[in-house]
């Protein structure tokens, strides 16, 4: 057994973190900064980091990712990493030549005081940054948080650096999008033109980690929000923030500077989260919910129906980002699904009373741990305790599935034994049939090869 | 030559290599010039066999700003050590160092599994304040009690060197109260680059070395040094060397084990591979213990008997050498006959190298010629100027060498070479396939064993399988 250490017995700890569920905040702002049009993501501290982070992205969406580093040396480490950075965006913009840097901090540069502002003001003053370019930071400390917590991080970054208020409001709606996939975002900016509403999503990685393969190579693919579209959120008249922990920050940010209202609403996983959605857009972008969504509503409660008794009561082990989580945990109570053990490593109040709130009656017997300590380990016990009918989760997930033959349903971030999750939506009615599909053949495919032969069924 | 030396040629080398690039293309296309242009300062580490005539520079720092495809001191450290499967590796650091080297290498163990769970000190902003040390002290304390291992490797990170951790100090207070050896890996990632990183590890090994005598030796024993045991490959080396009635004492480390590693100075031969990462450490052996080294690859049918040779003729047994060239001749009785089909079907194609160490782009270009097919483009992240040298006597005139690249220059250069294959890690993968061509990967993610004959078997196979896959078909590569 892979995870032979893990006992049943929970050890206590006080200092220690095992098999983690989360990562640190620059990959977040990386991942973040990709989804800005002609955007190379910089890391600023040592070159591990930045190789990390790509590799990290690179293995979940199998496509090229690119982002520089300011190469910090003992030196740098010493004195600063100020002629670092500068350096660096001059190199940038004379040998990769994009529209924007988006620099991003790391637990180093944070800890020896580099002051950004000051050292990407100084590279402005001595004109290292070409006319029509930008260089826009934020700061990513990677003891403070998570990766959710840098994704939120840059995308505040955006609005700082470009929302600008005209004195003509537009009647559009901003989209502002949480860690999701690029299927996802794709499928959400489907729906709105479905619906005939006017939006702007930011970021966007849509035709950016989901690229066809033509045979040449583009650094910049063509997907990402522009700077244009960036600037003019500031006029819109409304945002919405999908997804509150990745999210809130800059609606917060965009609503000071520029006075847009909002309201952030769930990750639309699921029928209800998806309802949710549907109900801010037609409000905020005025426009009514047309057939053609009603319709996708209508087929995925037909395949629930259909499939209930597959459901019910399933005891479900989930971990992930709090984002994803908690529509995911109200899904699966739609599905007549137990959710019985819930992990993120992520911290936040919000998490904690959305899963109170969802599941105090459903399920009291329920197990839910955020923030330090909230490691796989943790649920990996709780399994061993009592055990469950399924595992959802990233990859690392498939050490327990195995270790405790539970069928696994791979979400969220990263998934790097896998193709597909840039590919296929979760988000909206037709994501939540992509995703149940994805939970039925998991519990199906399973009892196929594991019950006795003579139960082996060929109608379900 | 000093850096200032060669900033003063600087000029004369960057019009240099624009002829280079000219010759390589009748026409400067806009592309082109902005190539050129791009090349400014890398003049030293980009080098085409047959047109220039500098020489390749390696080992120099990346300029901050390239988009780098290499990593950091602690990456080094980590990637040696951590196949050592019955130790504890702690990261000391914030959680993010933790994650991405989380069983991220397929080194295989045939026994324990600790190494492939992620442990962290995980730290926090107050610990970045008001220090990390008792953390650390607490978290080895709770690990060590629950999972008895038989040593302890801690790694230290970049914030742990600024805010000053004595975690020298943890590690000694700990080894003595638990009664196990507990290293201090001081793998801070702004240090310099992973090579360094190979070193500090060699370091930490070292100080394992010699602190057991429980084993059984043979006369006829050796350490391989340099294998981390990718999809079982060291297995494979065991095989052989068995038949040559050779005891594999100390693998370091692949499938390694701390009492394997404190005997190691009892073997009368160290067999060192990926010299750049090892090198240091048989160094060490040798000073200290007199160990004996030498340096081979495991690659290709050439360098695998190489291998084989070179370890019998260290023990002057006729029965040792016997064995060995029986054992070449079994084998290749088997192989070349094997290997005709992908020989016959790969021939005239064209391969681009992109890896860590020169070592393997050596042994690479050899094992592409003996399936017919020519490197054109010939790059290492960490080959220094001595292994370059050697690179531009095996590769053929035209091939571009280059060290430390990036994605940009190394597509411009598949374009330009019209390559057919590219031959890298993790994060060129993609790129290749967006080109169009095959891929092959020869570094830590590979899933089917290169090393060895079977290996080469493996190779030719693979390297045919991507190359002549039908996908290729429905790219249309000459569309602007």
Redesign the interface.
């Known amino acids: 057994?892979?995870?032979?250490?893990t006992t049943a017995k929970e050890?206590?700890?006080?200092?220690?973190?095992?098999?983690?569920a989360?990562?640190?905040?620059?990959?977040g702002a990386m991942y973040a900064a990709l989804g800005l049009h002609g955007c190379?993501p910089?890391s600023h501290?040592?070159?591990?980091?930045?190789?990390?982070?790509?590799?990290?992205l690179?293995?979940h969406?199998?496509?090229?990712?690119?982002?520089?580093?300011?190469?910090?040396?003992?030196g740098?480490?010493v004195f600063g990493g100020s002629a670092?950075?500068v350096?660096?965006?001059?190199?940038?913009f004379?040998?990769?030549?994009p529209e924007v840097i988006a620099v991003h901090t790391?637990?180093?540069s944070e800890?020896?005081g580099d002051d950004l502002t000051q050292i990407v003001s100084k590279a402005n003053e001595d004109g290292k940054v070409p006319a029509g370019k930008k260089v826009i930071f934020c700061n990513t400390?990677?003891?403070?948080g998570?990766h959710v917590t840098g994704y939120a991080n840059q995308v505040s970054s955006f609005v700082k650096f470009f929302s600008t208020a005209t004195p003509k409001k537009r009647n559009v709606v901003n989209l502002v999008a949480g860690w999701m996939e690029p299927s996802d975002m794709r499928e959400i900016k489907r729906i709105a033109k479905e619906m005939e509403a006017r939006t702007i999503m930011f970021p966007d990685m849509s035709d950016v980690l989901d690229?066809p393969?033509?045979?040449?190579?583009?650094?910049y693919p063509k997907g990402g929000t522009t700077q244009a579209d960036m600037a003019a959120t500031g006029d819109s008249k409304f945002s919405i923030g999908i997804g509150p922990y990745t999210t809130e920050d800059a609606c917060i940010k965009l609503e000071n500077k520029c006075k847009v209202k909002f309201e952030t609403v769930e990750i639309p996983i699921g029928l209800k989260a998806t309802d949710k959605f549907i109900m801010s857009l037609s409000r905020h972008a005025n426009v009514p919910v047309p057939d053609s969504l009603t319709a996708e509503r209508g087929r995925l409660v037909d395949m629930i129906a259909d499939n209930n008794k597959n459901f019910y009561d399933k005891r479900v082990a989930l971990f992930g980002d709090p984002d994803t989580l908690i529509p995911l945990v109200e899904f699966l109570l739609t599905l007549d699904m137990k959710p019985v053990y819930i992990v993120t490593?992520t911290p936040g109040k919000h998490f904690d009373e959305a899963m109170t709130e969802l599941l105090k009656e459903k399920v009291p017997e329920v197990k839910f741990k955020s923030g330090?300590?909230a490691d796989m380990?943790q649920m990996h016990q709780w399994i061993k305790q009592e055990g469950v009918d399924m595992l959802i989760g990233n990859s690392?997930g498939k050490?327990i599935a195995r270790d405790e033959n539970i069928p696994f349903v791979r979400l969220g971030f990263p998934v790097t034994d896998r193709p597909g999750n840039n590919f296929f939506p979760y988000v909206g009615y037709t994501g939540a049939t992509n995703l149940l599909i994805k939970i039925m053949d998991a519990f199906l495919e399973h009892k196929d090869r594991t019950c006795p032969e003579e139960k082996v069924e060929l109608v379900m | 030559m000093t850096d200032n030396g060669l900033y003063g040629f600087k000029a004369e080398m960057r019009s240099m290599q624009i002829q280079s690039i000219t010759k390589r293309q009748d026409k400067i296309t806009p592309k082109q010039k902005?190539m050129a242009?791009?090349l400014e300062g890398r003049e030293n580490q980009i080098v085409t066999k047959g047109v220039d005539s500098h020489e390749l520079v390696g080992g120099k720092?990346?300029?901050?700003?390239?988009?780098?495809?290499?990593?950091?001191?602690?990456?080094g450290s980590r990637v040696v050590l951590y196949p050592i499967a019955d130790a504890l590796h702690l990261v000391h650091?914030?959680?993010?160092?933790?994650?991405?080297?989380?069983d991220?290498r397929g080194a295989l163990s045939s026994g324990p599994?600790?190494h492939?769970?992620?442990?962290?000190?995980?730290?926090?902003?107050k610990?970045?304040v008001f220090g990390g040390q008792?953390?650390?002290?607490?978290?080895l304390h709770?690990?060590i009690d629950?999972?008895h291992p038989k040593a302890a490797f801690v790694y230290s990170?970049?914030?742990v060197?600024?805010?000053g951790d004595d975690v020298q100090s943890v590690c000694k207070r700990v080894q003595k109260e638990k009664d196990i050896p507990v290293i201090a890996v001081m793998a801070?990632?702004?240090?310099?680059?992973?090579k360094d990183g190979y070193k500090i590890a060699c370091d930490a090994l070292f100080s394992l070395v010699g602190t057991d005598e429980s084993m059984e030796v043979s006369p006829l024993s050796i350490n391989i040094l340099g294998d981390f045991n990718l999809a079982g490959e060291l297995w494979m080396l065991e095989e052989y060397y068995k038949k040559m009635g050779i005891q594999i004492l100390a693998p370091i480390t692949g499938d390694g084990r701390v009492q394997k590693v404190q005997n190691a100075h009892r073997a009368a031969l160290n067999v060192v591979q990926c010299s750049g990462s090892m090198i240091h450490l048989a160094k060490l052996m040798k000073e200290k213990y007199g160990i004996p080294f030498i340096k081979v690859s495991y690659f290709g049918i050439e360098d695998m008997s190489d291998a084989l040779y070179e370890v019998a003729k260290f023990f002057k047994d006729d029965s040792v050498m016997d064995k060995a060239r029986e054992l070449v001749k079994d084998q290749l009785t088997t192989l070349i006959p094997a290997l005709e089909p992908y020989k016959r079907a790969l021939q005239g194609k064209k391969a681009a190298i992109y890896v860590g160490g020169a070592f393997k782009a050596i042994s690479l270009v050899k094992a592409l010629r003996l399936i017919g097919m020519k490197t054109v483009i010939a790059g290492t992240q960490t080959g220094n100027t001595e292994d370059y040298r050697l690179l531009k006597t095996i590769c053929d005139d035209g091939c571009i060498m280059v060290d430390d690249s990036n994605?940009?220059e190394l597509?411009e250069f598949v374009k330009q070479t019209g390559a057919d294959l590219f031959i890298g890690g993790?994060?060129e993968?993609?790129?290749a396939?967006?080109?169009?061509i095959g891929f092959c990967d020869h570094n830590h993610e590979r899933k089917l064993a290169l090393a060895g004959y079977d290996g080469m078997l493996n190779f030719a196979k693979e390297v045919y399988e991507t190359v002549t896959s039908p996908v290729w078909q429905f790219?249309?590569?000459?569309?602007?």
Not at chain 2, 134 to 139: C, E, G, N, P, S
Request: net charge positive; with cysteine.
């Open positions: 057994m892979l995870l032979r250490h050890i206590d700890r006080k200092a220690l973190t095992i098999n983690p989360k990562t640190c905040q620059p990959v190379l910089h501290g040592s070159q591990g980091c930045c190789s990390y982070h790509r590799s990290a690179t293995r969406f199998k496509e090229p990712v690119m982002a520089s580093t300011s190469s910090f040396s003992e740098s480490s670092n950075l350096s660096a965006i001059e190199t940038i004379s040998v990769y030549d790391t637990c180093l800890t020896i400390p990677s003891y403070v998570t690229t393969l033509t045979g040449h190579y583009d650094m490593g330090e300590r380990f690392y050490y | 902005s242009e791009y720092p990346s300029v901050a700003g390239s988009v780098s495809q290499r990593a950091c001191v602690f990456c650091g914030p959680i993010g160092c933790a994650s991405y080297t989380w991220i599994e600790l492939r769970s992620s442990f962290s000190t995980d730290l926090r902003e610990n970045i008792d953390k650390l002290y607490q978290a709770e690990l629950k999972h990170t970049c914030i060197g600024v805010i801070e990632g702004f240090q310099g680059s992973k994605p940009v597509s993790v994060k993968r993609p790129i396939y967006k080109l169009g790219v249309n590569k000459n569309k602007e």
